[in-house]
Structures are given as C-alpha cells and as structure tokens.
C-alpha cells in the first residue's frame, strides 16, 4: 500500500491522514500517491487497476495527475460509481474523468472502463461490470486503488444511508435507489474493501462533521463501515473547522 510521507493523525485511528493546507495540495499529494502507486503495481503486478470517484476535489487531482509520469499503457482506469443518465449528460462522472484526465494522457482505449449506466437492464449492466473486474484484477477482483469522496451525509461512492445497496455483500457493483431523481450504479463494501490501497479526498468545512466521524470509525454513517487499515486520507485545513493554512505538517 502506498504510504504518505506526513501527517496528523489521532489516537486509535488506524487510517494515514494528512491535512494539508487547502484542495490544491491535496490535489497535488493524491496525484504524487496514485502515480507512485501505480508504478509499483506495474513493476510487481504488471498491470495497475485504479477506481475513481466523482467530484470538485477530485477533477483538481485529476488534472494533476495527467503531468505525473505514469505508465498509462498498463493502467486500467475503472469508475467508483455513476449517474444513471443518457449519454452527454454533464452530470456523468465519464465526462468529469475524460476531460480532467482522460484526454490529456496516452491511455489506450480498451484501458478505459466505464460503468454501462445507459443498458436498459442495469441489474444486468451491474454484473457484466462486476465480470470486467473480474477480469482486470481477479477473481475476487483485488483493485489497486480505490478513490473515495465523502459527502455531508455520510455517504462515499453512491452508498447513501438508508438505501438498499448497503446490504449487498454477495456481488462487487450495485444499482441504487433514487438520490436527487437519479439511480446510481456503485461499487458495494465487498469491492471496495479488497482495495489494496483506500483514498479518500475530503475537503471544504462543510465537511468538518462527517469526517470526524469517519475517523472515528461511525458505522452509523457510510463512509464509516469502509475499512481503515488500508486507508490513506488526504483532507484540508477547512476540514478541520479552521480555514488558516497550515504551515507545517504534524507527523505522523
């Protein structure tokens, strides 16, 4: 597992948290993490297999990534979850991933794995893209990096308190209920706890109470029942209730 260099971390807290001054560092660390992770799957593996989520702080690592030295042509760029929405539709992750990294790097194109969100059957999509993990990473499929968000609520990937996807324990991806008038097709707890390395991106005040909570292990909320032991955490100053900027790193 990809192991950061500092930190500030709490006692019994057993995920590698730093915060850093605001969402452009952290940006720039996760893209230095993932980069540096993927070369080292590649040479020991061969192959690398990462899973990204959507969102504002994410597009920022993203677009830092694409000028990390990067063996895209062994990489495998898998999605964490997705909208349930026609094709062109801007609320897609696809679009985010494609224009903040996708485009800007020489991956080929059968490296490049989308949820199938637009099949009438999305029971049916769900499993034939659990199949293309199986096929990529193993069988349980083992991905090298998952990339996580948290929202206010609790939730990460589009595991929302409440919603029946947060039950499934037997398959590695899952369609949702409705959130905001949308469905969502998710990777589940199973494929993302096989993860051979966690990150959560977090940043912005707004998410101050939710991210005490997840590192206090609050099973209560989503985020909280994913494992910690190979989890990285990268998060803001804002984060913390205190918008200063932090000038020095506590280690870990």
Known sequence: MARPGSGARTAGDTMRTEF???PGAV???AAELVARLAREAVTERGRCALAFSGGTTPLRAFRALSGEDVPWDRVHLLQVDERVAPSGDPERNYYQLKEALIERIAI???NIHFMPVEEEDLEEGA???GSILRRIAGTPPVLDL???GLGEDGHTASLFPEDPALRIVDEDVAVTGLHKGRRRMTLTFAA???ARCILWLVTGSGKSAALERLRAGDRSIPAGRVRSDRAVLLADAATRGDR???SRMEKN
């Open 20 to 22: 850093l001054a605001d």
């Open 27 to 29: 940006a720039i660390r």
């Open 108 to 110: 080929p194109s059968a």
């Open 127 to 129: 499993r034939r893209y």
């Open 146 to 148: 998952v990339q996580l």
């Open 192 to 194: 993302i706890d096989r």
């Open 244 to 246: 200063k900027r932090i």
